[in-house]
């Protein structure tokens, strides 16, 4: 889907897209955009290579998108909507261990993220995204009805306090977000229906007992991670990765100790996840 001189080569058929000819620094036209914006509905995941932004041009970059969203661990000290992704040879934690959606424990998750990474490791430290529109439509018809009618608690106490150690005082809300979503969510531009479980925030399934609650959220972690879903990329210095929050879920790959790798992610607010 050439747009001017934008080129678009999808990874695989059924998620991810390298985009070459756009300069995200520069502010984009409306077709640009535009062209972009579908491209990101039809792929779920952008790829760009060789990108300049600094966090406040990444700031506008996202802002072109929507009114970004602020993560409830905070922001990025003056820079709105940024979050820092760091890991090196001292770290104790890092962003992304498990297959997720960023910020599901938000009644109003993002849309996206945009990822700009400005330090890589020589080699390791690649993301892998998954298609959760492909992962719910692989699933028997009886099986995504039964899904249908349930929803799932999202918590972040786990995350933020438990792993992150991050402090009640420090977080965005004075509070860690705990809200109720949809097993199953329709993209609210595409109409697809997406499974919206995910390993680091989704706690139990409200309608079920414990035990089969636990039992199905295994069954279906051990879906979504299936490789036909996915797609891998490997970052080089000054990359960006733009995902549809909605519709895909994504792992950090955390093999390249003791080197660094160091990014900032910009999120773009969202709507409540409607069930299907
Ligand atoms: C994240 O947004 O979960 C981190 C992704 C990454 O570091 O590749």
């Known amino acids: 889907m050439p747009a001017g001189s934008m080129t678009i080569r999808p990874v695989t058929p059924l998620i991810g897209a390298e985009v070459d000819g756009v300069d995200l620094g520069q502010s984009l036209d409306d077709r640009v955009l535009c062209d972009l914006h579908q491209a990101w509905l039809d792929h ?59 910020v599901t424990c938000d009644e109003e998750p993002p849309t996206g993220s945009i990822l700009h990474m400005h330090e890589v490791p020589e080699s390791g430290g690649d993301t892998l995204f998954a298609n959760m529109v492909a992962a719910h439509d692989a699933l028997s018809a009886p099986m995504q009805t039964f899904l249908s009618g349930l929803t799932a608690v999202h918590t972040s106490e786990r995350n933020f306090a438990g792993y992150y150690g991050t402090r009640l005082e420090e977080t965005r809300d004075g509070d860690y977000p705990e809200t109720t979503h949809p097993v199953v969510a329709v993209h609210p531009e595409t109409g697809a229906k997406a499974l919206y479980v995910n390993e680091i925030f989704t706690s139990h399934i409200v309608e079920l007992e414990p035990d089969e609650g636990r039992a199905l959220l295994d069954f279906l972690y051990r879906h979504i991670s299936q490789p036909r879903f996915q797609c891998r990329f490997q970052w080089r210095r000054n990359s960006v990765a733009m995902w549809d929050n909605r519709a895909t879920q994504h792992l950090a790959m955390f093999d390249y100790w003791p080197h660094t790798r160091a990014g900032h992610r910009v999120t773009i607010r969202g709507a409540r996840p409607q069930a299907a």
């Open 44 to 102: 779920q995941v952008l790829f760009f290579r060789d990108q300049q932004l600094g966090p406040a041009s990444l700031q506008a970059l996202g802002r072109r998108f929507g009114p970004l969203h602020v993560h409830p661990q905070g922001d990025m000290e003056g820079f709105e909507g940024i979050l820092k992704i760091h890991a090196d040879r001292n770290s104790k934690t890092y962003a992304g261990r498990k297959w997720h959606a960023d």
